[in-house]
Structure formats: structure tokens, C-alpha cells
T-cell receptor, first 111, second 113 residues
């Protein structure tokens, strides 16, 4: 089954404790992306990757890191999470940016 | 710059009423895609429709219909005979070809029994 998976689906953590949210796709897509969703703001792009070892900032990259060492994986790293990073996070993948498949979402709470 | 506006923050209707969700977009690109997604309370994004900028035909899928008007840069979504299961947040999104998605802020629809 073609899908985008994210882990964990739910996470509660404390300020400053490094965390990684994994994203994996099995469709051999070149393009992958991370979004955060906040009330009244819709989804905003954090980072995206056009292919392995190629990443670039989206609209709200501050406080986040990503890596793309393999085509199928695109982890989102929060080196020192803060409460304003409490949000719902979505990973997406596609063959091109205008046809994205979204993962199920990760709900992160930073206290 | 690309922008999507969903002016209706929240809408409440009674079951069986028809409801239209508005979406207005801005782009200078001539080739682009427009999307609608549904986000039920469980949180996942459910793809509803993708329309490209060269296809202005309206589309109907069961109780759902979409009206794309390039002249007014609008891509409105109508639910006919709404049901409680339609309660969700609905997002409109724009993606110029080869570029990233731009989402609207969403409209929360509540369908009351």
C-alpha cells in the first residue's frame, strides 16, 4: 500500500529536550516536505527536499532541522524544543511539489 | 506572491442544509493546481479534489460540488444536504506547478443534528 508514515503520532515533551519525528514513504518520491498546522493559520511549510541531500527552507524553518540521507526518509529534528513549537505536524511526499501525499500527522506538545 | 483566503472562519448549519465554503486565491502563475482537503476531528488530511488551472469545468461528486471561476480567482466548495459526518475543518490550497503548496487558514464546519 502506497503511504507516508510518521512516528510518533503523539508526543509530549519538555522544553529543551531534543526530539526527532520520523517520516517515511514507500512510493519512491523525490520530493518530501514538512508542515506545521496551527489554528487560524492553516498549514505552513517548514522545510522541503527535492531529492537526497537536497533540502531547503520553507516559510517557518526557525527551530527545526531536517536531513535527507535516503530517498524514503525525511526526519524532522527539534534540537531544543520550545512551547511555541507545540503544533500538529504533517509530512508529505510526491513526484513533484504540486501533487503531495500527506502523512497522518504528529501531534506535538512541548511543556 | 501566492495567497489563499478562506474568509469564513467557522460555519454552523443544521443537518440537510446546503453549505458553501468560499476560497479565493492569488497567483501570477498561469499553470497551477487548486485543492480542497477535509480534516475531521481525528486530525488526518483527507484529499477531496485537485483541479488544474486550465480546467474550469465544475465538478460534482455525490453531495460535493466545486465551482472554479478563474475570472474571480475563486474555487468554492458546496456540500448539498449536509450531514453530521461532514463536520470538519476544510482547507483550500494552491500549488503553482512545480512549486510548494500554499494553504488557506481553513473553515471549521459544524453540522448540527
Amino acid at each position: 500500500e502506497a503511504q507516508v508514515t510518521q512516528n510518533p503520532r503523539y508526543l509530549i515533551t519538555v522544553t529543551g529536550k531534543k526530539l526527532t519525528v520520523t517520516c517515511s514513504q514507500n512510493m519512491n518520491h523525490e520530493y518530501m516536505s514538512w508542515y506545521r498546522q496551527d489554528p487560524g493559520l492553516g498549514l505552513r511549510q517548514i522545510y522541503y527536499s527535492m531529492n537526497v541531500e537536497v533540502t531547503d527552507k520553507g516559510d517557518v524553518p526557525e527551530g527545526y532541522k531536517v536531513s535527507r540521507k535516503e530517498k524514503r526518509n525525511f526526519p524532522l529534528i527539534l534540537e531544543s524544543p520550545s512551547p511555541n513549537q507545540t503544533s500538529l505536524y504533517f509530512c508529505a511526499s510526491s513526484t513533484n511539489p504540486s501533487e503531495q501525499y500527506f502523512g497522518p500527522g504528529t501531534r506535538l506538545t512541548v511543556t | 506572491a501566492q495567497k489563499v483566503t478562506q474568509a469564513q472562519t467557522e460555519i454552523s448549519v443544521v443537518e440537510k442544509e446546503d453549505v458553501t465554503l468560499d476560497c479565493v486565491y492569488e497567483t501570477r502563475d498561469t499553470t497551477y493546481y487548486l485543492f480542497w482537503y477535509k480534516q475531521p476531528p481525528s486530525g488526518e488530511l483527507v484529499f477531496l479534489i485537485r483541479r488544474n488551472s486550465f480546467d474550469e469545468q465544475n465538478e460534482i461528486s455525490g453531495r460535493y460540488s466545486w465551482n472554479f471561476q478563474k475570472s474571480t480567482s475563486s474555487f468554492n466548495f458546496t456540500i448539498t444536504a449536509s450531514q453530521v459526518v461532514d463536520s470538519a475543518v476544510y482547507f483550500c490550497a494552491l500549488a503553482p506547478y512545480g512549486q510548494n503548496f500554499v494553504f488557506g487558514p481553513g473553515t471549521r464546519l459544524s453540522v448540527l443534528p
